[in-house]
Protein backbone atom coordinates (compact mmCIF):
# COMPACT_ATOMS: atom_id res chain seq x y z
CA UNK A 1 0.00 0.00 0.00
CA UNK A 2 2.84 2.25 0.27
CA UNK A 3 2.99 5.78 1.09
CA UNK A 4 0.48 6.86 -1.78
CA UNK A 5 -3.28 5.28 -0.12
CA UNK A 6 -5.66 4.34 -2.80
CA UNK A 7 -9.44 3.59 -1.24
CA UNK A 8 -11.31 0.85 -2.62
CA UNK A 9 -14.36 2.51 -4.37
CA UNK A 10 -16.99 -0.08 -5.49
CA UNK A 11 -17.66 -0.89 -1.39
CA UNK A 12 -20.02 0.42 0.86
CA UNK A 13 -18.75 2.62 3.64
CA UNK A 14 -20.82 3.71 7.07
CA UNK A 15 -20.83 7.63 6.60
CA UNK A 16 -23.41 8.05 9.61
CA UNK A 17 -25.09 6.96 12.50
CA UNK A 18 -29.10 7.56 11.51
CA UNK A 19 -29.96 9.98 14.43
CA UNK A 20 -27.43 12.35 12.98
CA UNK A 21 -28.99 13.57 9.97
CA UNK A 22 -32.12 14.83 11.05
CA UNK A 23 -35.36 16.17 9.32
CA UNK A 24 -33.70 19.15 8.76
CA UNK A 25 -29.72 18.33 9.09
CA UNK A 26 -27.20 19.28 6.02
CA UNK A 27 -24.72 16.82 7.74
CA UNK A 28 -21.35 17.15 5.09
CA UNK A 29 -18.85 14.57 5.97
CA UNK A 30 -15.63 13.63 3.42
CA UNK A 31 -15.28 9.85 2.32
CA UNK A 32 -11.91 8.62 0.41
CA UNK A 33 -11.47 12.34 -0.16
CA UNK A 34 -14.83 13.41 -1.62
CA UNK A 35 -16.78 15.79 -0.05
CA UNK A 36 -20.66 13.96 0.59
CA UNK A 37 -23.73 16.16 1.89
CA UNK A 38 -25.96 13.57 3.81
CA UNK A 39 -29.55 14.55 4.29
CA UNK A 40 -33.19 13.78 4.41
CA UNK A 41 -36.05 14.14 2.10
CA UNK A 42 -39.67 15.49 2.95
CA UNK A 43 -39.94 11.61 3.16
CA UNK A 44 -37.53 11.11 5.36
CA UNK A 45 -35.01 9.14 2.36
CA UNK A 46 -31.77 9.57 3.06
CA UNK A 47 -29.66 11.50 0.40
CA UNK A 48 -25.91 11.49 -0.81
CA UNK A 49 -24.78 14.44 -2.86
CA UNK A 50 -21.06 15.20 -3.67
CA UNK A 51 -20.70 18.22 -1.60
CA UNK A 52 -19.72 20.51 -4.31
CA UNK A 53 -21.40 23.04 -6.53
CA UNK A 54 -20.70 21.69 -10.22
CA UNK A 55 -20.45 25.98 -10.37
CA UNK A 56 -17.54 26.97 -8.09
CA UNK A 57 -16.83 24.26 -6.22
CA UNK A 58 -18.89 25.75 -3.24
CA UNK A 59 -19.83 22.68 -0.74
CA UNK A 60 -23.56 22.65 -0.93
CA UNK A 61 -23.39 21.51 3.13
CA UNK A 62 -23.34 25.39 3.68
CA UNK A 63 -26.53 25.90 1.10
CA UNK A 64 -30.24 25.63 2.20
CA UNK A 65 -33.38 23.23 2.07
CA UNK A 66 -35.94 24.49 -0.33
CA UNK A 67 -38.12 21.49 0.41
CA UNK A 68 -36.88 18.52 -1.36
CA UNK A 69 -34.27 20.31 -2.90
CA UNK A 70 -31.11 22.48 -2.03
CA UNK A 71 -29.93 25.80 -3.14
CA UNK A 72 -26.32 26.30 -3.46
CA UNK A 73 -25.88 29.65 -1.24
CA UNK A 74 -23.01 30.93 -3.40
CA UNK A 75 -24.69 32.18 -6.59
CA UNK A 76 -27.67 30.29 -6.55
CA UNK A 77 -28.20 27.05 -8.26
CA UNK A 78 -30.94 24.78 -7.27
CA UNK A 79 -30.89 20.87 -6.98
CA UNK A 80 -32.78 18.01 -6.91
CA UNK A 81 -32.54 15.02 -4.78
CA UNK A 82 -30.50 13.26 -7.80
CA UNK A 83 -28.13 16.15 -7.71
CA UNK A 84 -29.56 17.58 -11.47
CA UNK A 85 -29.59 21.46 -11.31
CA UNK A 86 -33.28 22.59 -11.82
CA UNK A 87 -32.47 26.57 -11.69
CA UNK A 88 -29.62 28.79 -12.84
CA UNK A 89 -30.64 32.04 -11.31
CA UNK A 90 -28.44 33.89 -13.76
CA UNK A 91 -30.29 31.99 -17.22
CA UNK A 92 -32.76 30.20 -18.70
CA UNK A 93 -30.69 27.48 -20.14
CA UNK A 94 -29.60 24.30 -17.77
CA UNK A 95 -26.82 22.43 -19.50
CA UNK A 96 -27.07 19.27 -18.79
CA UNK A 97 -23.49 18.75 -17.34
CA UNK A 98 -25.02 21.03 -14.49
CA UNK A 99 -25.33 18.61 -12.03
CA UNK A 100 -23.87 17.23 -8.46
CA UNK A 101 -23.08 13.16 -8.65
CA UNK A 102 -25.93 11.35 -6.41
CA UNK A 103 -24.21 8.67 -4.43
CA UNK A 104 -26.02 5.24 -4.14
CA UNK A 105 -26.88 5.43 -0.12
CA UNK A 106 -28.86 2.68 1.89
CA UNK A 107 -30.03 3.45 5.40
CA UNK A 108 -29.86 0.06 7.60
CA UNK A 109 -29.77 -0.54 11.44
CA UNK A 110 -28.76 2.91 12.44
CA UNK A 111 -26.11 3.02 9.91
CA UNK A 112 -25.85 5.09 6.78
CA UNK A 113 -24.00 2.91 3.84
CA UNK A 114 -22.94 5.40 0.97
CA UNK A 115 -21.04 3.56 -2.22
CA UNK A 116 -18.56 5.47 -3.50
CA UNK A 117 -17.47 3.89 -6.80
CA UNK A 118 -19.68 3.17 -9.93
CA UNK A 119 -23.28 3.31 -9.09
CA UNK A 120 -24.09 0.36 -11.59
CA UNK A 121 -22.48 -1.86 -9.25
CA UNK A 122 -24.00 -0.74 -5.98
CA UNK A 123 -25.20 -3.87 -4.96
CA UNK A 124 -27.31 -3.83 -1.35
CA UNK A 125 -26.53 -7.55 -0.74
CA UNK A 126 -23.22 -6.85 -0.04
CA UNK A 127 -23.65 -4.68 2.97
CA UNK A 128 -22.52 -6.18 6.22
CA UNK A 129 -24.73 -7.95 8.54
CA UNK A 130 -25.25 -5.58 11.39
CA UNK A 131 -28.58 -6.17 12.85
CA UNK A 132 -27.21 -6.42 15.98
CA UNK A 133 -27.11 -2.34 16.44
CA UNK A 134 -31.08 -2.37 15.89
CA UNK A 135 -32.39 -5.46 17.69
CA UNK A 136 -34.42 -6.14 20.70
CA UNK A 137 -32.56 -8.95 21.83
CA UNK A 138 -29.55 -6.36 22.33
CA UNK A 139 -28.51 -3.38 23.71
CA UNK A 140 -26.05 -0.91 23.45
CA UNK A 141 -25.16 2.77 22.45
CA UNK A 142 -24.03 4.44 19.52
CA UNK A 143 -20.59 5.56 19.44
CA UNK A 144 -18.05 7.61 16.66
CA UNK A 145 -14.52 8.79 16.88
CA UNK A 146 -12.63 11.01 14.41
CA UNK A 147 -8.89 10.32 14.11
CA UNK A 148 -5.52 11.76 12.32
CA UNK A 149 -4.44 8.65 11.37
CA UNK A 150 -4.28 6.38 8.17
CA UNK A 151 -7.96 4.00 7.95
CA UNK A 152 -5.48 0.96 7.46
CA UNK A 153 -3.25 1.61 11.38
CA UNK A 154 -6.76 1.21 12.71
CA UNK A 155 -7.82 -1.76 11.46
CA UNK A 156 -4.60 -3.65 11.56
CA UNK A 157 -5.35 -2.87 15.35
CA UNK A 158 -8.89 -4.49 15.22
CA UNK A 159 -6.98 -7.42 13.50
CA UNK A 160 -4.47 -8.01 16.29
CA UNK A 161 -5.33 -8.05 20.01
CA UNK A 162 -2.46 -9.08 21.58
CA UNK A 163 -2.42 -5.60 22.21
CA UNK A 164 -4.85 -6.11 24.57
CA UNK A 165 -2.52 -7.24 26.87
CA UNK A 166 -0.62 -3.99 26.84
CA UNK A 167 -2.72 -0.80 25.53
CA UNK A 168 -5.44 -2.49 27.66
CA UNK A 169 -3.77 -3.76 30.51
CA UNK A 170 -6.53 -2.35 33.06
CA UNK A 171 -9.46 -1.98 30.90
CA UNK A 172 -10.75 -4.24 28.35
CA UNK A 173 -7.73 -6.44 28.63
CA UNK A 174 -6.44 -7.33 32.10
CA UNK A 175 -4.44 -10.87 30.86
CA UNK A 176 -1.40 -11.88 29.17
CA UNK A 177 -2.97 -14.52 27.49
CA UNK A 178 -4.06 -12.17 24.68
CA UNK A 179 -0.98 -11.60 23.51
CA UNK A 180 0.27 -15.36 24.01
CA UNK A 181 -2.70 -17.34 22.95
CA UNK A 182 -2.66 -18.08 19.37
CA UNK A 183 -5.74 -17.00 17.48
CA UNK A 184 -7.00 -19.18 14.30
CA UNK A 185 -7.03 -16.55 11.45
CA UNK A 186 -8.93 -17.79 8.51
CA UNK A 187 -9.09 -15.57 5.11
CA UNK A 188 -12.46 -15.85 3.67
CA UNK A 189 -13.57 -14.28 0.08
CA UNK A 190 -14.00 -10.33 1.22
CA UNK A 191 -13.06 -10.73 5.27
CA UNK A 192 -10.51 -12.26 7.71
CA UNK A 193 -11.94 -14.29 10.43
CA UNK A 194 -9.96 -14.35 13.74
CA UNK A 195 -10.88 -16.83 16.50
CA UNK A 196 -9.13 -16.02 20.00
CA UNK A 197 -9.87 -18.11 23.46
CA UNK A 198 -8.45 -17.46 26.63
CA UNK A 199 -9.08 -20.72 28.68
CA UNK A 200 -9.47 -20.60 32.67
CA UNK A 201 -8.81 -16.82 33.01
CA UNK A 202 -9.70 -13.76 35.62
CA UNK A 203 -12.62 -12.13 33.63
CA UNK A 204 -11.68 -8.59 32.34
CA UNK A 205 -11.47 -5.54 34.49
CA UNK A 206 -14.50 -4.05 33.01
CA UNK A 207 -16.61 -7.38 32.91
CA UNK A 208 -16.47 -6.92 36.89
CA UNK A 209 -18.26 -4.16 37.07
CA UNK A 210 -20.81 -5.78 34.82
CA UNK A 211 -20.87 -9.58 35.92
CA UNK A 212 -19.81 -11.55 38.65
CA UNK A 213 -19.15 -15.48 39.00
CA UNK A 214 -17.54 -17.43 41.57
CA UNK A 215 -14.16 -18.27 39.41
CA UNK A 216 -12.58 -17.82 36.55
CA UNK A 217 -13.75 -17.91 33.31
CA UNK A 218 -13.51 -18.76 29.36
CA UNK A 219 -12.80 -15.67 27.37
CA UNK A 220 -13.75 -15.80 23.25
CA UNK A 221 -13.27 -12.85 20.91
CA UNK A 222 -14.87 -14.28 17.68
CA UNK A 223 -14.76 -11.69 14.76
CA UNK A 224 -14.66 -10.74 10.96
CA UNK A 225 -13.43 -7.81 9.53
CA UNK A 226 -14.98 -7.27 6.61
CA UNK A 227 -13.83 -5.00 3.91
CA UNK A 228 -13.10 -1.74 3.62
CA UNK A 229 -13.31 -2.07 7.49
CA UNK A 230 -16.45 -3.22 9.34
CA UNK A 231 -15.83 -5.39 11.96
CA UNK A 232 -18.38 -8.07 13.35
CA UNK A 233 -17.45 -9.87 16.64
CA UNK A 234 -19.18 -11.97 19.39
CA UNK A 235 -17.59 -12.14 22.22
CA UNK A 236 -17.99 -12.99 25.69
CA UNK A 237 -17.27 -14.57 29.35
CA UNK A 238 -18.66 -18.14 30.99
CA UNK A 239 -17.39 -19.63 33.64
CA UNK A 240 -14.46 -22.61 33.16
CA UNK A 241 -15.36 -25.74 32.63
CA UNK A 242 -19.31 -25.15 31.77
CA UNK A 243 -18.65 -25.68 27.92
CA UNK A 244 -18.40 -22.25 26.08
CA UNK A 245 -15.45 -23.55 23.35
CA UNK A 246 -18.23 -26.82 22.55
CA UNK A 247 -20.66 -24.24 22.06
CA UNK A 248 -22.38 -24.66 25.48
CA UNK A 249 -23.17 -20.92 27.12
CA UNK A 250 -24.02 -21.05 30.66
CA UNK A 251 -24.48 -18.14 32.97
CA UNK A 252 -22.42 -16.17 29.62
CA UNK A 253 -21.75 -12.51 29.24
CA UNK A 254 -22.50 -12.71 25.60
CA UNK A 255 -21.15 -9.25 23.27
CA UNK A 256 -21.98 -7.99 20.02
CA UNK A 257 -19.38 -5.51 18.53
CA UNK A 258 -20.35 -3.88 15.16
CA UNK A 259 -17.11 -1.33 14.08
CA UNK A 260 -16.63 0.63 10.97
CA UNK A 261 -13.60 2.67 9.68
CA UNK A 262 -14.22 4.56 7.02
CA UNK A 263 -11.26 6.46 5.69
CA UNK A 264 -11.25 10.66 5.30
CA UNK A 265 -8.56 10.89 3.74
CA UNK A 266 -5.14 9.16 3.56
CA UNK A 267 -4.15 10.90 6.86
CA UNK A 268 -7.99 10.90 8.59
CA UNK A 269 -10.70 8.24 9.07
CA UNK A 270 -13.82 7.84 10.95
CA UNK A 271 -14.95 5.35 13.48
CA UNK A 272 -17.99 4.38 14.00
CA UNK A 273 -18.85 1.47 17.08
CA UNK A 274 -21.51 0.09 18.88
CA UNK A 275 -20.39 -2.89 21.50
CA UNK A 276 -23.88 -4.72 22.25
CA UNK A 277 -24.86 -6.75 25.20
CA UNK A 278 -27.09 -9.72 25.30
CA UNK A 279 -27.55 -10.01 28.89
CA UNK A 280 -28.65 -7.71 31.62
CA UNK A 281 -31.29 -6.48 28.89
CA UNK A 282 -33.23 -4.34 31.01
CA UNK A 283 -30.74 -2.93 32.99
CA UNK A 284 -29.49 0.51 31.90
CA UNK A 285 -26.42 0.80 34.41
CA UNK A 286 -25.35 -2.41 32.23
CA UNK A 287 -25.25 -0.49 29.32
CA UNK A 288 -24.01 2.90 30.07
CA UNK A 289 -21.26 1.04 32.14
CA UNK A 290 -20.37 -1.05 28.82
CA UNK A 291 -20.06 1.85 26.73
CA UNK A 292 -18.00 4.02 29.38
CA UNK A 293 -15.81 1.28 29.19
CA UNK A 294 -15.82 0.36 25.63
CA UNK A 295 -15.43 4.39 24.64
CA UNK A 296 -12.36 4.69 27.65
CA UNK A 297 -10.65 1.34 26.05
CA UNK A 298 -10.96 2.86 22.64
CA UNK A 299 -9.26 6.18 23.56
CA UNK A 300 -6.74 4.16 24.61
CA UNK A 301 -6.37 2.63 20.73
CA UNK A 302 -6.27 6.33 19.98
CA UNK A 303 -3.72 7.25 21.77
CA UNK A 304 -1.16 4.61 20.71
CA UNK A 305 -2.13 4.73 16.82
CA UNK A 306 -2.26 8.64 16.50
CA UNK A 307 1.37 8.60 18.33
CA UNK A 308 2.06 5.64 15.60
CA UNK A 309 0.60 7.64 12.74
CA UNK A 310 2.83 10.99 13.92
CA UNK A 311 6.23 8.67 13.68
CA UNK A 312 5.58 7.34 10.44
CA UNK A 313 4.98 10.53 9.16
CA UNK A 314 8.41 11.43 10.14
CA UNK A 315 9.88 8.98 7.59
CA UNK A 316 6.54 7.43 5.54
CA UNK A 317 9.30 4.04 4.48
CA UNK A 318 9.87 3.21 7.96
CA UNK A 319 10.68 -1.07 7.42
CA UNK A 320 8.23 -2.68 9.61
CA UNK A 321 9.28 -6.31 10.74
CA UNK A 322 6.56 -8.86 10.08
CA UNK A 323 6.05 -11.10 13.64
CA UNK A 324 3.20 -14.23 13.90
CA UNK A 325 0.79 -11.82 15.48
CA UNK A 326 0.60 -9.85 12.06
CA UNK A 327 -0.79 -12.58 10.76
CA UNK A 328 -4.72 -11.28 10.15
CA UNK A 329 -3.71 -7.56 9.82
CA UNK A 330 -1.48 -9.03 6.84
CA UNK A 331 -3.63 -11.00 5.34
CA UNK A 332 -6.24 -8.20 5.35
CA UNK A 333 -3.67 -5.62 4.04
CA UNK A 334 -3.29 -8.30 1.06
CA UNK A 335 -6.90 -8.76 0.56
CA UNK A 336 -7.64 -4.64 0.44
CA UNK A 337 -4.15 -4.04 -2.09
CA UNK A 338 -5.56 -7.33 -4.24
CA UNK A 339 -9.20 -5.57 -4.27
CA UNK A 340 -7.86 -2.47 -5.20
CA UNK A 341 -5.46 -3.33 -7.59
CA UNK A 342 -8.64 -5.37 -9.62
CA UNK A 343 -11.00 -2.25 -9.32
CA UNK A 344 -8.16 -0.44 -11.21
CA UNK A 345 -7.64 -3.30 -13.67
CA UNK A 346 -3.95 -3.76 -12.94
CA UNK A 347 -2.05 -6.92 -11.16
CA UNK A 348 -1.02 -5.61 -7.28
CA UNK A 349 2.33 -5.18 -7.79
CA UNK A 350 3.12 -8.01 -4.60
CA UNK A 351 0.08 -8.93 -2.78
CA UNK A 352 1.47 -11.90 -0.77
CA UNK A 353 1.38 -12.09 2.84
CA UNK A 354 4.76 -10.80 3.55
CA UNK A 355 4.93 -7.91 1.35
CA UNK A 356 1.68 -6.81 2.58
CA UNK A 357 3.33 -6.90 6.14
CA UNK A 358 6.19 -4.98 4.84
CA UNK A 359 4.26 -2.42 3.30
CA UNK A 360 1.81 -2.31 6.95
CA UNK A 361 2.04 1.50 7.69
CA UNK A 362 0.28 4.57 6.31
S1 LIG B 1 -20.66 27.86 -6.47
FE1 LIG B 1 -22.66 27.16 -6.30
S2 LIG B 1 -23.83 28.57 -7.37
FE2 LIG B 1 -21.80 29.24 -7.69
FE1 LIG C 1 -7.90 -1.97 21.28
Known amino acids: MGTQTTFLKNTWYVAAWSHEISAEALLARTITRVPVLLWRDRAGRVVALED ?18 IRCMYHGLLFDTDGRCVEIPSQDFIP ?10 VERFKWIWVWMGDPARADESLIPDTHYLDDPGWRGIPGYLHYDANYLLITD ?12 ETTLGGSAKYATARPKVTRLGRSVRVERWLIDDAPAPYLQKLKTWPGNVDRWNIYDVVLPGVLLMDSGSAPTGTGAPQGHRVDAAEFFGCQAVTPETETTSHYFFQQCHGFALDDAVVTESLTASVHAGFLEDKDII ?5 ILELDPDTPMLAMRMDTALASFRAMMEKAIADERGAAPADATLGAATASARC
Open 96 to 105: PAARVRALPV
Open 157 to 168: NLLDFSHLSYVH
Open 52 to 69: RCCHRAAPLSKGRREGDR
Open 306 to 310: LAQQR
